[in-house]
């Protein structure tokens, strides 16, 4: 997995998307099994508690489970799954929007542009 | 109880006032940043929290104790600049701090030489300044101290040392010791910290935790910095 931070958002929150996008995309499929904290945190080059913190979200959110010996696995749930790649995609579109907007573009516009390639 | 607590610590260099009423606690498990520009009295802290100093008023506790042989037991630190007599080598330093320091962990010290490939024998003169400082952090992190005090680890290294120095920061890291670093090279250390201290002219100007910060100002704590201290 690729981990870059940016911007302002909180740590937490960006390792929540990655994971999250990871899990969606397939590159960590319905029951892999994830690396401990210690050694997430490493690989991300993040704070344990920060990474402790998101999957604990993760979890909250049902993306992951916990064993309790065992270690942390993604869920075999895949409507969560599904919700979260809506939830992931909504986030795009709502980007996507805006910078549209800032061009100065109407809705129609971006459908044409989304359908057909065509010059606007 | 906290690790370690300012009470209207102040310390001053004849007229000049390097820390001013500082007043903050740190908790255990945490990893702080101690930030501020050059001058705000970051060194004279950290200093004071290792009895090289004595407060001109207030208080600096440690563990509930004023500095001294009690809290020097539990307090590893990083000096700004060397400290280690450069006629010795890496296995006389491990032989040094082992008898210095009953809670020195030799065999953890050589995997991280091992993996630097560091040789042990070579005396600090010999080593490159990168490696000397490495040779450094390694000893003082080594410890299983309750409390690491590292004053500027990552100025002057490379960015590759510097990934070096924060992965054996949070490698290292656990879960009842407290870590505080001071910096000015926010970018760098914002993702392994857990709360932010500003410290400015000797006053503590902002105290929270990192992500809190960025959740709510919607900016990394570097463009914070930034901002608090525009010259």
């Not at chain 2, 962990?105 to 400082?133: F, Q």
């Not at chain 2, 000893?139 to 924060?166: H, K, N, S, T, W």
């Not at chain 2, 000015?184 to 503590?204: P, T």
Request: glycine share 10%; net charge neutral; hydrophobic share 45%.
């Amino acid at each position: 997995m690729e981990w870059r931070f940016d911007g302002g958002a909180p740590i937490y929150a960006q390792i929540v998307d990655a994971v999250k996008l990871a899990i969606v995309s397939g590159e960590l499929p319905p029951g892999a099994r994830l690396q401990g904290v210690r050694e997430l945190a490493m690989e991300a080059g993040v704070n344990p508690n920060t990474m402790q913190r998101a999957l604990s979200e993760l979890e909250r959110q049902g993306l992951v489970y916990t064993l309790r010996t065992a270690g942390r696995y993604v869920t075999g749930d895949e409507a969560v799954i599904r919700a979260a790649r809506r939830e992931l995609a909504g986030g795009y579109v709502e980007t996507f929007l805006t910078a549209m907007g800032r061009l100065g573009m109407e809705k129609s516009d971006m459908i044409k542009l989304l359908e057909a390639d065509e010059e606007v | 109880m906290a690790i370690l607590e300012c009470k209207g610590l102040s310390k001053s260099y004849g007229p000049v006032r390097a820390l001013d009423g500082v007043d903050f606690a740190v908790a255990s498990g945490r990893i702080v940043g101690l930030l501020g520009p050059n001058g705000s009295g970051k060194t004279t802290l950290i200093k004071l929290a290792n009895g090289l100093l004595t407060p001109s008023a207030g208080q600096i506790l440690i563990n509930g104790q004023a500095p001294g042989v009690e809290t020097k037991k539990a307090v590893s630190y990083l000096p700004e600049r060397s400290c280690l007599p450069e006629w010795m080598s890496a296995a006389q330093l491990m032989g040094f701090y082992g008898d210095f320091y009953a809670d020195f962990d030799r065999a953890v010290a050589e995997a991280m030489l091992a993996r630097l490939n560091i040789d042990v024998k070579a005396r600090l003169k010999h080593l490159s300044k990168g490696n000397r400082e490495k040779v450094q952090l390694i000893m003082v992190m080594a410890r299983r101290a309750q409390l690491y005090l590292l004053d500027e680890p990552i100025g002057g290294v490379d960015p590759a040392a510097r990934d070096f120095i924060l992965s054996t920061i949070i490698s290292n890291y656990n879960p009842t010791a407290t870590v505080i670093l001071s910096t000015h090279l926010i970018a760098d250390v914002e993702r392994v910290l857990d709360d932010v201290i500003f410290i400015n002219q000797g006053k503590v100007v902002l105290a929270a935790p990192a992500d809190q910060l960025r959740e709510q100002q919607g900016k990394s704590v570097d463009q914070i910095f930034r901002e608090v201290f525009r010259c």
